[in-house]
């Protein structure tokens, strides 16, 4: 399967990292709970444009002692159901205020007029903190927004990563895919652990990086599906050729002293 001449190339630990490698990307902060982590200072400082999806907002302002650190918001939206009337004018009143958007479509998650927005006012990558934690309906919920946001062959208006506080998670879609998880000079931020999951439909994938390789590997929800797959520790990337659009999901390397500020 891997003789396609087009390879899509993904550096997602740079978004973690000192390394200015990095492409500009928007950070989009979830309704979901949040602690003042090295991981969160880091994608803060890194991120060109900073969004909180309605109740995300209250999150940022709750990491208490810290709120001077997270106040340069750029926008807060959604239908406004959970913003907290004082985190409002806290933010409205900064230096440079963000902007607060009330979006009523009822058709639409907060999560997914917070994309719109950015895609309508920004090109780039989003970063979603908050990850699939919380409800489980929430969760499938935001692994289906990758798929709705992201349609087409390709990535044209940007790629979007969920990270929670234990995994990165990203949509491959149907082609071939270098994910680079070890970058020259950096200290690593992943651990160990890989899952594939065709949500949609059944894909054929075929693996090289990772401790049990697949070729060419009917997987789908119901029948095999590569969980719990481990990277080696000579791994600089791992190759992955899908049929259809798979998840990806790596999991994150465990920090010591995380909360410390």
Do not use: C
Not at 195 to 217: A, C, F, H, M, Y
Not at 237 to 253: C, G, H, M, N, P
Request: proline share 4%.
């Amino acid at each position: 399967m891997m003789d396609s001449s087009l390879v899509f190339e993904w550096h997602p630990a740079r978004y973690m990292q000192a390394s200015e490698l990095a492409e500009e990307f928007a950070l989009l902060v979830l309704n979901q709970p949040l602690k003042n982590s090295i991981s969160l200072r880091k994608l803060w400082n890194k991120s060109s444009v900073r969004v909180a999806a309605d109740g995300g907002a209250n999150r940022l302002y709750e990491l208490s002692s810290f709120q001077g650190k997270f106040s340069n918001l750029q926008a807060i939206i959604g239908d406004l159901d959970s913003l907290a009337p004082t985190v409002r004018d806290f933010y409205s009143s900064q230096p440079q205020p963000a902007q607060v958007i009330h979006d009523r479509d009822q058709e639409s998650t907060d999560f997914g007029k917070s994309i719109k927005w950015i895609r309508d006012s920004y090109k780039m990558d989003i970063v979603a903190l908050g990850g699939i934690g919380g409800r489980v309906d929430q969760g499938i919920s935001q692994l289906h927004h990758l798929y709705l946001f992201q349609p087409g062959p390709g990535y044209d208006e940007g790629k979007i990563f969920l990270l929670s506080g234990s995994s990165l998670t990203f949509l491959l879609k149907a082609g071939r895919h270098h994910i680079h998880v070890r970058e020259d000079g950096e200290q690593d931020v992943f651990a160990k652990h890989v899952g594939i999951i065709p949500l949609r439909e059944p894909s054929r994938i075929t693996t090289k990086g990772l401790e049990w390789d697949v070729t060419d590997w009917l997987s789908q929800i119901g029948g095999r599906v590569s969980t719990s797959n481990h990277i080696l520790p000579e791994t600089r990337f791992i190759e992955v050729e899908t049929s259809k659009d798979v998840l990806f999901t790596v999991a994150l390397r465990q920090v010591d002293n995380e909360d410390d500020s």
